[in-house]
């Protein structure tokens, strides 16, 4: 199994991350550490599984556990990716918001500051 790569993008009011490629035990002590790290700063996290071609259930867990740390959070599950069809059986929607587009869910949980007119 190739491992997966997480990507990372601050900015928007969020931090991003996207995980590509295969998500399994090997690369779950990253995201928990990667997410720890965003979690300490405070801002909204947006997880997009758009580009993930397999995520196993410790991947889930490190998802699970970002989420109930009580923060903005919400993950980006388009349907037909691969991590969408996992989601479902496991009735993650249930647990963690789950948005169609990174645009869709940082528009939700990291609203434009007062003022702003999107200009």
């Known amino acids: ?10 900015g928007a009011g969020a931090v991003v991350f996207t995980l590509r490629g295969e998500h399994d035990i090997d690369t779950a002590p990253e995201l928990r550490a990667e997410l720890e790290r965003a979690l300490a700063a405070g801002t909204p996290i947006v ?3 758009s580009q993930a071609e ?14 109930e740390r009580r923060q903005p959070f919400g993950l980006v ?8 069809r996992l989601c ?7 647990i963690v918001p ?4 990174q645009p869709e869910a940082l528009t939700d949980l990291a609203p434009a500051p007062a ?5």
């Not at 397999?54 to 989420?67: E, N, P, Q, R």
């Not at 599950?77 to 991590?83: E, K, L, N, T, Y």
């Open 115 to 119: 003022g702003h007119r999107g200009e």
């Open 88 to 94: 479902e059986m496991v009735e993650l929607g249930g």
């Open 47 to 49: 997880v997009d599984l």
């Open 77 to 84: 599950v388009p349907p037909g990716c691969p991590a969408h």
């Open 1 to 10: 199994m190739k491992r997966g790569t997480i990507d990372l993008r601050r």
């Open 54 to 67: 397999f995520i196993d259930s410790t991947v889930l867990g490190a998802l699970i556990y970002g989420h």
């Open 98 to 101: 789950i948005y169609a587009s």
